[in-house]
């Protein structure tokens, strides 16, 4: 992506092969994700915007930045759009090229030295939006207990994990299920930045678990700068692991949450109005890369996923080249194991057409579901037309009550009647579930 020089509110993009966002996603261990900085992609989803910006491997390669503690590694001479990007520590910085939309907090906004009034707050408090979760008053739930990654494995958590008033999440899961477990707490005590900012976008009180080390991920300076967003005292308490059991959570100040919706609705503004101007300038943004099959093949080599996809395409369809379904298998296979949605996709549609590889429903509804993780609309409809999930069906039935599908707007009449019909099927296949012997049911748990 190269950007104009034009430097105003007005400025845009002109497209060269891709928007590029960055957030952190490297594992902590093999396989094992921290939950904070997924949220990301699922921004991207809710705004419809995971098929116009692909995944950067740094920051200075990053388009826009969405959320996270970045911008101690972004060079002063890009030209990024930051969303709700903040700092990790209290240092001097200055992006006199970037295009600064929404900033974490008012520490972050002074080291910057940032005089727009713009909008303040932490993207992820958008989550209880995206991810609605019904949020009960029971008396007897537990309390939470969210560590920063780095403290997961902690010992001086073990005499926790065994009590029944207690419950330990684990951050390093996607971000759905931490924060389905968040929401069954009645308060949450955490190290574990994007654990507080999702407890307070569900409402529910919080504190900070304070272990008192040196690692430069949990010192004050990112949660403080949060804190200045929502109106949230600097002197609230912290605690240590060991005296966890001196939390009273009548006692727990919970008044800054009134500002929450204020600040959620300033960001969703920000980020409906950046995904609308997004799609307005670039259309469909996946369309075949128009190179030749040599210069296809070498950045191939040099790890670009769109390409590895598009010989693949070329492959099953017999076009340039000979049709070769081990071919298309082969590269598809290639730039799904690299992350990318449309691999993931194909790939899916290799297993359930037998191309390259024996027919597998299991394999293909796996990587069709891998796909739609990733917010691949056609995913999701494979998902509901040929595996009858219902939960693609709630998320198509979803899209087109807002208004689109994929890259397309619907008209209103079409869109309202297709949403009703993709909910009325949602409705007939939980049904049909919900019959179904438990054994069966447990099966069709994918694991993801």
């Known amino acids: 992506m190269k950007r104009n020089t034009k430097r105003n509110q007005q400025e845009s993009w002109t497209m060269s092969e891709s928007m590029k966002s960055y957030w952190w996603s490297h594992p902590c261990e093999v396989g094992i994700f921290n939950f904070g900085d997924l949220i990301g ?78 909008p303040l707050g932490d993207p992820g408090l958008l989550i209880s939006r995206i991810l609605p979760i019904e949020v009960t008053k029971e008396e007897d739930k537990p309390i939470g207990i969210v560590p920063h990654w780095k403290h997961y494995a902690s010992p001086r958590l073990d005499s926790y994990r065994c009590d029944p008033r207690y419950k330990i999440i684990n951050p390093r899961c996607e971000p759905q299920c931490v924060a389905q477990e968040i929401c069954s707490c009645s308060v949450i005590i955490a190290s574990s930045l994007h654990a507080l900012i999702v407890a307070d976008a569900y409402g529910i009180p919080n504190v900070r678990l304070d272990f008192d080390d040196e690692s430069v991920d949990v010192r004050d300076f990112k949660c403080l700068d949060y804190y200045s967003a929502i109106g949230r005292s600097k002197e609230d308490a912290k605690i240590t692991p060991e005296n966890l059991m001196q939390v009273d959570p009548s006692t727990i100040n919970s008044s800054y949450q009134k500002n929450i919706a204020k600040v959620q609705d300033a960001l969703h503004k920000v980020l409906l109005s950046f995904a609308q101007d997004v799609r307005k300038n670039y259309g469909e943004l996946y369309q075949e890369p128009n190179v030749s099959l040599h210069t296809a093949m070498r950045m191939a080599d040099c790890g670009d996923v769109r390409r590895m996809n598009y010989i693949g395409d070329l492959y099953y369809r017999g076009e340039i080249v000979l049709k070769s379904p081990d071919e298309a298998f082969y590269w598809y296979k290639t730039a799904a194991d690299r992350g990318y949605h449309w691999g993931m996709f194909n790939l899916g549609k290799c297993y359930y057409e037998g191309v390259g590889v024996d027919k597998n429903d299991a394999e293909a509804r796996r990587w069709y579901k891998r796909a739609a993780d990733f917010g691949n609309f056609w995913a999701y409809e494979e998902l509901a037309t040929w595996f009858n999930d219902a939960d693609s069906m709630r998320y198509l039935s979803d899209c087109y009550f807002n208004g689109y599908a994929g890259y397309r707007t619907i008209e209103k009449e079409e869109s309202l009647q297709k949403g009703k019909e993709w909910l009325e099927k949602a409705t007939a296949a939980e049904l049909v579930a919900s019959n179904m012997p438990e054994e069966k049911t447990a099966e069709d748990n994918w694991g993801f």
């Not at 390669?61 to 520590?89: C, N, Y």
């Not at 240092?91 to 906004?109: D, E, S, V, Y």
């Open 41 to 118: 992609p699922l921004l991207l989803n809710a705004y419809g915007l995971v098929d116009y910006i692909e995944t950067a491997s740094r920051v200075d390669d990053a388009d826009v930045l969405f959320a996270g503690s970045l911008l101690q590694s972004l060079s002063p001479e890009k030209h990024t759009t930051i969303i709700g990007s903040g700092m990790l520590t209290d240092q001097r910085l200055h992006f006199p090229h970037a295009k600064i939309l929404a900033l974490r907090g008012q520490l972050t906004k002074e080291r910057l030295s940032v005089q727009d009034d713009i």
